[in-house]
């Protein structure tokens, strides 16, 4: 089945998922950015593992060349890559993304050792295997692997890759199972790879292992630090701390062992972990990890917007645990976050034409961050194609007992429920639009329930079936709708969507005062290049503050603005003064944009939270 | 002459030093932490310099034991100590410390190679030396070493050190000295050395190495990045970048080679870099380097409170550059920044029992943070120590035309001026009061002028001679008082020294609608050990708020407090909420302490910019 995570037979799943091939997209949102994920990114990205060495070094393993290329986590952002291009195919087929797939899949298998360990950096030094798992991301490579191979598995119905990974992980098994040599990885992300591995092949060996890495962190076999979130053990912890990809990866590897074995205690975990994160250090973009010193979580309400580093990664990994902590419990709060981030924090790391990335995602800028086209440390160029391809995989889920609507987005599906297929037509303008329409084409009429989404930031909506009013939705929930559902049963979900000034807790300290803009699930900012003549960190609105959404079909590959009547302040240049010098407020129509879409054009200041005036 | 930057024969000069044994403190301020320096914190950084086997070092070298305990600029914290000690035993003899300044002078001369180097960690290794000029802080250790050196010579009329420090610089000067090998050090400090050490031997080579070592930085040789301020020419330098610490030691040196030169273009770039840092990048407290990463100076106004770096170090560095700029051009606006920078973010370094040290000082803060005893990079207790025991040399300056009075402290001074000595008997309880008076004492009658620094936080003042009022003061200016001096001349100056509620440049995104406390030179913070039952981070003030200036002399050894009819803020605990969300506010009496005192007693929340509400 071609899945992104397949709980279909995880026994505490409450959700399941739909296949990524039963959904067409068929918005302006988001299946422009399929396209450009097919068309650009995907290629562009290949060509950057093979301008930098990476997949070469896969094939200087096979013919024994010693000169092998490494900057950390090389190998990982080759599977990455893999693992992007399977599930868009598994949608869209592309003959030119399927045979570069098959070239690099053909790389890696041939790098594969006798017996099973493959790392490049490492082909032709067995004495240095294993040696310091808190740098050397060979585990962290090897999960990779996994999700590539079950990724390529499921999408192509091809084994080899999967073959390989099965050694791979059989040799980690043998040296880090139970019983064996004591290790955790120092960046956590096999623990999530072994059950999708467990998923595929139901070997359970895959599950103990998982677990295993998970509960040895905290006893120091890694150093201790904080930073890998080895200070304590994983059961013990209730503040989001550490590294934040890694913190997150290792909290989706928990929720998925979760999902397979109904481990409450560490279900409970990841409800305090997830408090931590959601409720007191997350960015209104969804962006997670504040500091740039170790990437990690800063403290409570620690939450700088001008120096966030709110890395692409993190944000991406926001979403993939949320989806699993989705798929765990159908509690709508994980959907929340997982639509926030993609929607902001995760789809600002990628530019309009899929060709530049952000590592790093500012929420004020003097026009000095702008997207590379490569990294370095290229995780995240590769890690947000792969998200994308993921898409089609979260708007539907079902249950046993109904249909779910996750995410809103024009479309048509076949989903597979129960023994029948039910046809879903789907029309809406989301997220600039809050009017949702469906048109439900089952095999045969049969009773179940569609869950529509709720989304927390919408204070008031409407649900109708065959224009019969049926109830209002409460936000943060899924309304139930229970019928028997025939050829043609229509369903009308109206979600007011007005603009929103939000504001943050006073103990985020530097936002005190300040204001942002947010409409549905987009978070707007203010970027120089729209509004000419003035400096947008002078920009300041007050609560009555006149707000126009537009949708633009020509700017920024389509987005709806908003235009504001709002003011601009005017003062003396000091760096300190007294509070009683004036700043003087002069009227000024200004122009924000969705956060994800800035810096696509002139480099310039930009700006989410502006100054709070009050009339 | 005991003096800490001898100018007494710089010919571009504008103020001379008055010699340390020239001044006797006799203030309730001050005082007490001079014999706090001498009796905790000298012999308790000894302590530490023992128990860490940095004096060692030296003795095993002497004795030929290999083994050499390393942290980086390990022998220049031992330097560091022999300077401050030096310093402080010119002005209030001890013979305790001189005791161990004996010993620690005698392990250091015992250490020096035959060829002149003295570096313990490559004191057994000729191959590894001058290899690694960016890291391996040799110059710098050397730097510290000279100033070590001229300081304990200055001050005890012993040569041994000296002999030493010249044998050392010499060695350097042959290496690197003009036409010989380039290179430039990674940690700037030897710069500055290297002229007082001219100043004390008249030997030009120490001026043109100074001068090489600021103009060969810029072409890449320790690699070109920006931390190390090697990215562009010296003189080419139009913004204040890169490592706080080196960067205002390296202005140190330049404004000392200026001082000896009268290189004009040298000093426009020392101009140009000063306004960037007090105009745009230092903290209310003269606190500067915002990063943690790199410890470096921000881009303008980026200037977080809770995640301020600010290492102690670097207000220091900002007190001994401004002092030389002081020098160079009897400008107050330097006085003003040292002022600042010595009352707040320097001695915020040092606890009140001389004890305990900061390196990073956060203007806001959970109670997380703590001085320590030492640290492993302990740059910053010895550099603590070192500037308090400059501290007597701040007070006065000489001219050709006259005596300036830069920083008021109730005090005796015999000042050495002209053909005679002029007494001068000063009583004030500054920094807590703005009432100066002085009498004056020339041994004969004689027209010279004296300065009185009217403080730029000053808005009005006035000046009384003899009781008769001879003007008003205007802010950051000398007010030229001439006269024909003669025993029991008085005079009076009266400066206003209201609380001052004081806001941020609206670039300073973090600072919006934030206001600090500040009364003369001193900046407030909240803490919550005086504020019970409330948090600190609530707490809101607008502009009317009433403020009560009053000495406690029993809390923490005697301050004046700010008692505050402020408010406290009420709110629901929501991360993003709607900007109509209420907020209530809540009268509630507050009091401030100085912000150079918190964390002197039970660990809580603290901040510096409060909440500004509008009523």
Redesign the interface.
Known sequence: MKVVIDTSRSPYAKLYPVPLDAIKIEDDFWKPKLQVLRKNAIPFVYEQLERTGRIENFRRVARGDYNIEWRIADDSDVYKWVEAASYALAYSYDEKIDELLKGVVEAINGAQDEDGYLFTLYAFDRSKRWKNLRDMHELYCAGHLMHAAVAYYRSTGRRSLLDTAIRFADHIVNRFGPGREEGVPGHPEIEMAFVELYRVTRDKKYLEISKAFIDKRGKGLIGGSMTYIDHKPFRELDEIVGHAVRSLYLNGGATDLYLETGDRELFEVLERLWKSM???K?Y?TGGVGS???GETF?????L????AYAETCAAIANVMWNWRMLYATGDPKYMDVAELALHNGALSGISLDGREYFYVNPL?D?G?TRRKPWYECACCPTNIIRLLSYLPGLLYAISDDGIWVNLYVQSAARIPFRDQTVEIREYTRYPWDGLVEFEVYPEKEENFVIYLRIPGWCKSSRVYLDDKQVGNGTPSTYFKLESRWCKGSRIRLEMEMPV???????????L????ALRRGPIVYCFEAVDNPGIDV??IALH?KTSVRAIYDPNLLGGVTVLEVDGYI?E?E?????????E?KVKPRKLKAIPYYAWSNRNPGPM?V?V??I?Q
Request: net charge neutral.
């Open positions: 959601a409720w007191r997350m209104i500091r740039y010193v800063g403290d409570d309400y620690e700088p917007d001008r120096r004020a003097r000095k929103e000034l939000v504001k943050a807790h006073p103990h985020v300290l530097c005190w005062e300040r204001v960190w002078d609560g302040i003062y240049d000091n760096l300190y003064t007294s509070i009683e010098e700043i700006i939270w100054k709070h009050k």
